[in-house]
């Protein structure tokens, strides 16, 4: 990180150590604490429902600010993990220094931490969300000889008592921009709040998504677009993203929800992730003309080939599949195409050969930008807000590996590849996704294998997601409330707060 970059960087501890926050310290962090009269110190961790937990510190003295820093603290594993017997509960949390931010909410001066779980002979946790990531980039790195990188797409809804000034019209709010987009101030807010807490923005904007429900009441969608960063990161951003949404909602006496279908018949939410294959400071997935390359294909071959397993981890709550159905944008075929919305992965615009664009713009500029990284991704669309991160990220790197490693992924990707919209000219000749929860758990049993090779996703876990999405008992879910309206609003409202 440059001494630019420093200097324009939200994060306050960045500020104010001049350093990246890769590189902090515990003595950073006491610094910090000592030098802006902090007197709270937060842990916070991900439990088994994929939320952040929290544990709060009142700071008495030094030494003890030292100590918690330095061996972590107790906690219940079994009340924060379904897998872990009562008889043997106690787990560690140990702070990871590069995640401290100053918490926005507390009225009490407070920097938080995120945290990795520990067993009690100090190992990490096997079944830890933020343990399974790191194990599976560690993997693909050690195979490959690149890392992951990886952004989300985090759409979600905002509901409120309807606005009679300027009213919304149904299902055209991409990119209104208020009085027409609603609780613009909300997400605007949220996106400052995030930043400073390490998160890496791209950009916010209002989604097409506009709900009037007939009576006294609305729903308005929004998204927010991270930056490329390693897939761990990227997991961490996007939980507290979750989690500062919700404060500031909560603030203006809303209501936010990340969940995949707020009605039938509009627009659902997803989770779209982006991803990009990085070595030394290149993007490994094109070549010198900034075309696709076999390297990308291989990637998107493993995604294909583990598509139906991966909702296991990316769409785990029945309404998944209120979203998840033909003729929307949402997939339900297992293909892949360029810019192209209807395919599961979509390779979208990467501004190859487009620089002249900025001097038609702008005929005084003379000057060109280069950046020695390509943009271009690959997008997988069929995740939703109801996702636990890290696992469906971990998949994801799973997933390319084995891409990567196969023999046939590249032949797989090329027989894969449509144009046009799916629905209308392939629809039928493709493989499909699951379209339940039951699915989704058989298709991760199925696939185990890659998921437990190299001790990456504990068989415990793969156990235990397969046998939470079989209860559900949701075959044919949506052809058996089909009409009833009363059993799909009570579907929705069951699981609006997911994720």
């Excluded at 909560?250 to 779209?272: D, N, R, T």
């Excluded at 280069?370 to 943009?375: P, R, V």
């Excluded at 890659?450 to 997601?465: L, M, N, Q, R």
């Excluded at 052809?479 to 009570?490: H, R, S, T, V, Y």
Aim: hydrophobic residues 35%.
């Amino acid at each position: 990180m440059s001494i630019e970059q420093i200097a324009l960087n939200p994060n306050k501890l960045v500020s104010f150590l001049n350093k990246p926050a890769a590189d902090f310290t515990r003595k950073d962090i006491i610094t910090f604490i000592e030098k802006n009269d902090i007197k709270m110190l937060n842990f916070r961790y991900v439990g088994g429902d994929g939320k952040l937990k929290l544990l709060n510190f009142i700071i008495n003295d030094k030494k003890y600010l030292e100590k918690i820093l330095s061996v972590g603290e107790r906690v219940d594993g079994s009340s924060l993990f379904s897998y872990i017997e009562t008889s043997s509960s106690d787990l560690y949390v140990v702070p990871r220094y590069r995640t401290a931010f100053v918490n926005p909410f507390s009225d009490v001066p407070a920097v938080d931490i995120l945290c990795s779980y520990y067993d009690k002979n100090g190992e990490p946790l096997s079944i830890a969300p933020e343990n399974i990531i790191r194990k599976a980039h560690a993997e693909l790195k050690k195979s490959t000889g690149m890392e992951l990188e990886a952004l989300g797409e985090l759409e979600f809804y905002i509901s409120s008592e309807l606005d009679k000034i300027y009213t919304i019209k149904p299902q055209k709010g991409y990119h209104e921009s208020h009085p027409f987009a609603k609780w613009q101030l909300v997400r605007i807010e949220a996106m400052k709040l995030i930043s400073e807490m390490g998160g890496r923005i791209k950009y916010g904007h209002s989604e097409v998504g506009n709900i009037d429900t007939n009576g006294d009441w609305e729903y308005v969608q929004h998204e927010i677009e991270f930056l490329p960063v390693n897939i761990e990161d990227a997991a961490d951003q996007l939980v507290i993203a979750k989690w500062a949404l919700r404060e500031v909602a909560y603030k203006y006496g809303l209501e936010v929800s990340f969940a995949p279908k707020i009605f039938v018949g509009h627009a659902g939410s997803g989770l779209h992730i982006h991803s990009r294959l990085v070595k030394d400071g290149k993007n490994m997935m094109v070549n010198d003309s900034g075309e696709l390359n076999d390297t990308a294909k291989k990637m998107i071959g493993g995604l294909l080939e583990l598509a139906p397993s991966i909702t296991a981890f990316g769409n785990v709550v029945p309404t998944s599949f209120l979203r998840l159905v033909p003729h929307q944008e949402a997939p339900t075929n297992i293909c892949w195409g360029d810019s192209n919305r209807s395919v599961l992965v979509r390779v979208p615009l990467g501004w190859k050969g487009v620089n002249n664009m900025i001097f038609d713009a702008n005929p005084k500029e003379k000057e060109l930008f280069k950046d020695t990284m390509s943009s271009q991704t690959v997008e997988l669309r069929s995740a939703d807000g109801s996702a636990n991160v890290y696992q469906l990220l971990a998949g994801i790197a799973v997933a390319s590996r084995l891409g990567l490693e196969s023999s046939t992924s590249l032949e797989k990707a090329q027989k894969s590849y449509v144009k046009g919209d799916v629905g209308k000219k392939h629809g039928m000749n493709l493989p499909q996704l699951p379209s339940s929860c039951y699915e989704a758990g058989e298709q991760l049993l199925k696939d185990r294998d890659c998921y437990e090779k190299c001790g990456i996703f504990p068989a415990s876990i793969i156990d235990g997601i397969a046998t939470q999405l079989k209860k559900y008992n949701d075959k044919n879910l949506s052809e058996k409330i089909f009409g009833d309206g009363d059993a799909l609003m009570k579907l929705v409202k069951q699981y609006l707060h997911c994720g």
